[in-house]
């Protein structure tokens, strides 16, 4: 093999070397970026799952009659169902009683024959269902549940995370818009810049009798190929720094969501590979097409 031929070789791997490497960092962005909106819609759900809503029940309740309650709410389509999480917890007015003298230090039995408080349930409602309006529904449905005496929840709290994550989710929706049109912009131009020292051999195959379909189909493949090792590549070393976080910081195990995590290592190998082959086919339609003073 000539110097010219293993110098033409070297260079021909060198930049299809530049364009893995171009594409797995540019995939790996996007993972890392999927990865925050993972732990970030996980994060939210937690949050949610600690908005409570009380219901007070009548003093002089019945074993019987709580217990007709606790059914007909567990019943309700809005109360979260959740192995690990009750959805519907009973509260006895002693309970609440004694959670009220830790809190506040104050012993108020020492002054008050009855005791005050009531016995209570408070409910869990499931994610889908915790706009204020539908909570204000919520809450006029179980005030008409027989024993109910009133329904309270934190009106404001509410409010404040539906529209916090509003504007978060705008904010994070915009940059993913602009994170994606850079990253197609990146991976098209270095293949299109890869394929440059190809346009001779284009053309070439196009003067030799080569249908147009035979001339794209190897490039084709080898994007393909690329792009999907890229995928995997930055799949795997996504892996790698979300099993460090874990091991290091404390709680981002909670915030951990397997199935998502592999959707999002499937769908980066699958679009390195979409995007590389639709660059691809860009560039070689483009050489193909051009005359040969234009290659020059």
Known sequence: MSGSSRKKKTLGHFKFGSVLFSTT?????????????IQARSLTKMIRENV???????????????????KNLTARPYILTKS???GVRFISDEEAAKTFI??????????LEDNPLRDSFVIIVAEEFQTSEQLDTIAKDLEAVPGVFEVSYMTDLVDSINKN???VSLVMGGFILILIITVV????NTIR???????????????????????????????????MIAGAIASVILFGLVEYTKSNI???????????LLALFGVLILTGGVLSVFSTLRAVNKYLNMSLDELY
């Open 52 to 70: 409570e809503v009380q219901i007070f029940l009548d003093k002089g309740l019945s074993e019987e009659q709580l217990s007709e309650i606790n």
């Open 193 to 227: 810049l890869a394929l440059f020292s190809q346009r001779f051999l284009i053309r070439s195959m196009q003067l030799v009798g080569a249908t147009r379909g035979f001339i794209r189909k190897p490039f084709l493949a080898r994007a393909l190929l690329f792009g």
């Open 102 to 111: 830790e809190n506040t230090g104050e012993d108020f039995t020492e002054f």
């Open 165 to 167: 994550l509003l504007k």
């Open 25 to 37: 960092l540019s995939l790996f962005i996007v993972g890392l970026f999927g990865v925050i909106l």
């Open 185 to 188: 912009m990146l991976i098209n």
């Open 84 to 86: 690990d999480t009750p």
């Open 250 to 260: 404390e709680g981002f195990v909670m915030l951990q969501n397997q199935e998502l």
